[in-house]
């Protein structure tokens, strides 16, 4: 068990270094100069004054140091909690940014993540006996999963949102609401979180619906199954067994899925102008602003290990060949 | 296990994948976050004012020296400025000021008005205007060039400041008059520089008629003072309790909040506006074209620096080549106005020397464009239909403007088009606008169109906008096409020395200007851009127009343009019911 746990946490250890060395050096490859742009948005003409402000913020944001000091900064800030200052929000710290918006973006991603799992994997079982089914969720699960998350998300907006006029087409929430713990703001939140869930929640259940019928199907028509059902075995039982070989490989799709489905979730905001990171990732990109794009990226990257992670524990649970190879030692 | 570890390997690799795809795909679409409005809202709506089209991310501070990027409303709403200016009159209107006047040739004197409390209670002194002038001593601060020509800002009295000068530059001078914020110095001067010019200031205390209530990612809310000075001195008093800024939406989220009446006043440009204002959904100043005022002129900037753009001949050449009625009509719907040949705004009418322009303005004409290049040896040598340079090497120039301004890329096709019948080899590029303001400023480019300088008391700005001299290596806000012309520059550092209240001095210089401009032609005035401005009468009525009886003000919350008219503008309006 402690060996298991141990290599997995050296894997992540390791994605978590590569990754944040990417993410620091993603925005610094990028063309443009964010403090010629700050200073040539402050409007200053007179040579010494944008020479003074220029020296000022690339003093302020440590871009007059050499690159492998700023990495070095980066890494002692970060293991501080501090992600520096915004560009774009100056003078706020990222951090602040970035947690206004987690909530946003969190709301939207675990709920779509999880419901379209499990309502996939039922509707993919279900269907894979029931043949009038089958002839309907096959190929819209395959309509569905083909789908670009950008393309459900304006039809979503255009059918229910423009059309019908019964869900608001952008936004977090409305513009009178102050946020707040109050009834009125949550109702009025879940009223905006209603299209863009759906849009996330939809691409990714005809996917999950698809995999698990034809995994059934298989299953079923495996040794074990024919042996079980010439043993004379109820059909029931049978469905379990299949049932709990096919689940295993949608956990591992699940895994997979993950850092797709953030990218979804980005386009998806942006779309809806959701107030979540992927609206700050669009916005610190198009105004070069390097510590919110990697603060944002950051998150994101934590995010998508610490699911893993807990896909890895699910799977000990799930799958009786893990552990039987933690206590064998091999595997 | 080791299928296990790829499986984590790839997952960290869909992350890398998804951030360059974030990267590539992320231009075309705009952020910003609003919504319908639902119910059971804490502000009320018929005391509320909706605005959008200032703030493009979340209210970043509300400090009144970072006029670039603090909350909207922080200068005009919460600090105030010596005066304002009112573009109808063309002059200044005293506000925190009584009066100003010159009293020596090179000191100004200005009077406060008496009894101005700042919202802490405390009065507004002379002291604090001083103090606040004196801010820009600070060497990385965005005004620190005022100090290069202004010697002193003295408190001679309670409410009254001397400022003394090294340059009487009276036309520049003005233009600070009503730009400079008030700061409180009782609460400023315990900070330190750093705090001071880079600050949150996120308690902001002022002299405005508005404190701020609360902020959030995609807003702020202003909430009125009703014990501002204002009410008793100039009796007049903002409508709306409540000014609720909106990050910008996309146009579609903005024209659907429109229609719905859940915005009241959008500074945006909304391609399509003229259509949406004929079906009566919203109104603007004007009821047929041009719809809107005028607020900035767009030019196209050539760079000097480059052959064949160093010719004068040439970019005359390529004025007269623009085609700038289809670009109005056909990019534009008529929201715009074509330029006049000296580029000033309609407000600058009277700078305008007429017989001047007769003799040696342009217009669109295609045949004075070929015989311009024919006459200055431009020939084409290889038949293809389009000139080549003088020394018969190959001519093509690229016409830059930044990604996803949909209406300035269509509008540089047109110019490309125009050039081409010309017989001048002119392409399209569109590159990132960050990208293109680097190369703008190195001077890395072949042409680009610009819009910087706004409407301002003075045709100074946009002189010196044009000639300014010498030439950085970085040229950031004004001059971007390098031209240098001493001669010029001397004629613009004259007119500075001018006094605003000569006209005909005034006149006579802007006149010399225009002979050197006209013949020059160092950039090609294109169109005038308009004072986007958009708004419903559900809530709120009497909204700025040209209509009789209506107020003339500017309808606009943009940075700068509060002091311009637009907070006289909020006095004006009336609720609806």
């Known amino acids: 068990m402690r060996r298991y746990f141990a290599r997995k946490l050296l894997v992540y250890a390791l994605t978590f270094v590569v990754a944040v060395t990417v993410n620091w050096m993603i925005p610094r490859f990028m063309p443009g100069d964010p403090v010629a742009a700050m200073v040539a948005r402050a409007r200053v003409s007179q040579p010494e004054a944008a020479e003074a402000m220029r020296t000022y913020y690339n003093n302020l944001f440590g871009f007059d140091e050499p690159l492998w000091q700023q990495y070095l900064h980066f890494w002692g800030a970060l293991l501080q909690g501090d992600f520096g200052i915004s560009i774009w929000v100056f003078p706020t710290p990222v951090g602040d940014v970035l947690l206004d918006a987690l909530p946003y973006t969190l709301a939207l991603m675990i709920p779509s993540v999880l419901l379209s799992w499990f309502v996939g994997n039922w509707i993919g079982a279900l269907s894979a006996r029931r043949k009038v089914l089958d002839n309907t969720v096959l190929p819209a699960g395959y309509l569905l999963t083909a789908m670009p998350y950008m393309w459900i998300a304006v039809i979503l907006a255009w059918a229910l949102g423009a059309k019908a006029g019964w869900f608001p087409l952008s936004g977090g929430y409305s513009l009178d609401i102050q946020p707040g713990w109050n009834a009125d703001f949550v109702l009025d939140a879940l009223h905006h979180w209603v299209l863009p869930f759906l849009s996330l929640f939809l691409v990714a259940l005809g996917g999950w619906a698809i995999g698990m019928r034809n995994m059934i199907i298989y299953e079923l028509e495996s040794d074990y199954s024919s042996y079980l059902a010439a043993l004379g075995a109820p059909q029931r039982l049978i469905r379990r067994y299949a049932f709990r070989n096919a689940v295993l490989p949608q956990v591992t799709g699940l895994a997979l899925q993950l850092g797709v489905l953030v990218a979804g979730a980005l386009v998806t905001e942006i779309v809806f102008a959701y107030p979540g990171l992927g609206s700050l990732i669009l916005a610190s990109i198009q105004n070069q602003d390097f510590f919110l794009l990697q603060g944002a990226f950051l998150f994101i990257v934590i995010g998508v290990l610490i699911a893993n992670f807990l896909i890895d524990i699910v799977y000990v649970v799930v799958d009786p060949r893990t552990r039987t190879g933690m206590a064998g030692g091999t595997s | ?577």
Request: charge should be neutral; charged fraction near 20%.
């Open chain 2, 1 to 577: 296990m080791g299928t296990r570890t790829r499986v984590r390997i790839t997952v960290a690799l869909a992350v890398f994948g998804l951030a360059a795809t974030a990267c590539t795909g992320g231009g075309s679409s705009s952020g910003g976050s609003t919504g319908p409005a639902g119910k059971g809202g804490a502000l009320p709506r018929n005391e509320t004012l909706y605005t959008t089209g200032t703030q493009w991310g979340p209210p970043a501070n509300y400090n009144p020296l970072r006029n670039w990027d603090h909350a909207t409303g922080t200068k005009g709403l919460v600090y105030e400025t010596l005066f304002h200016f009112d573009p109808n009159e063309g002059k200044l209107t005293p506000w925190l000021a009584e009066s100003g006047s010159w009293t020596g040739d090179k000191t100004y004197d200005v009077k406060l008005r008496q009894g101005i409390t700042w919202a802490d209670g405390k009065p507004l002194t002379a002291k604090d205007v001083a103090y606040s002038y004196g801010l820009g001593k600070i060497e990385a601060s965005a005004f620190h060039s005022l100090w290069s020509w202004l010697s002193d800002a003295k408190a001679v009295d309670a409410t009254t400041v001397r400022f003394t000068f090294k340059e009487a530059r009276y036309q520049e001078w003005d233009f600070t008059l009503y730009g400079q914020p008030i700061v409180p110095e009782h609460v400023w001067s315990s900070r330190t520089d750093e705090d001071i010019l880079n600050g949150v200031n996120d308690k902001p205390v002022g002299t405005g008629a508005y404190k701020l209530k609360s902020k959030s990612q995609d807003r702020v809310v202003w909430e009125r003072r009703e014990d501002w000075w204002g009410t008793k001195a100039l009796s007049m008093t903002p409508a709306p309790r409540y000014i609720v800024d909106v990050s910008n939406p996309s146009n579609e989220v903005v024209i659907g909040q429109l229609g719905q009446g859940q915005l009241d006043l959008s500074n945006n440009f909304l391609p399509g506006a003229s259509s949406l204002i004929k079906s009566k959904k919203v109104v603007s100043y004007y009821d047929k074209a041009p719809y809107m005022l005028s607020a900035n002129t767009a030019w196209l900037v050539p760079n000097t620096t480059k052959k064949p753009m160093n010719d004068a001949a040439f970019r005359r050449a390529l004025a007269a080549s623009v085609d700038t009625g289809k670009i109005v009509k056909g990019v534009y719907g008529d929201l715009v106005k074509p330029a006049s040949p000296t580029g000033l705004l309609p407000q600058w009418e009277q700078f305008e020397d007429k017989a001047l322009i007769a003799e040696k303005g342009f217009t669109h004409d295609v045949a004075a464009a070929k015989k311009e290049l024919a006459d200055a040896g431009y020939k084409d040598k290889n038949g293809d239909g389009l000139v080549e340079n003088k020394d018969g090497s190959a001519l093509s120039l690229k016409l830059a403007v930044p990604s996803g301004w949909t209406d300035w890329m269509e509008a540089a096709k047109v110019i490309a088009a125009g050039a081409k019948e010309a017989g001048i080899k002119v392409s399209t590029e569109f590159p990132d606008q960050n990208a293109l303001n680097e190369q703008r400023g190195n001077g890395d480019f072949d042409l680009v169109i610009n819009n910087e300088r706004q409407l301002s008391s003075t045709p100074w700005t946009y002189y010196d906008y044009i000639f300014q001299m010498p030439v950085q290596k970085q040229q950031n806000t004004v001059n971007f096409g390098r031209y240098e012309n001493p001669k010029a520059w001397e004629l613009v550092q004259e007119l500075g020395g001018v006094r605003t209240d000569d006209v005909a001095g005034m006149k006579t210089a802007i006149s010399k200007i225009q002979d050197i401009q006209l013949t020059e032609m160092p950039i090609i005035p294109l169109w005038y851009n308009g004072l986007w401005s958009q708004s419903t009468s559900g809530t709120w009525k009497n909204w700025p127009s040209d209509a009789a009886g209506a107020p003339k003000t500017a309808p606009a919350l943009w940075r700068n343009w509060l002091e311009l008219g637009g907070f006289e503008t909020l006095t004006q309006l009336k609720p609806a019911k």
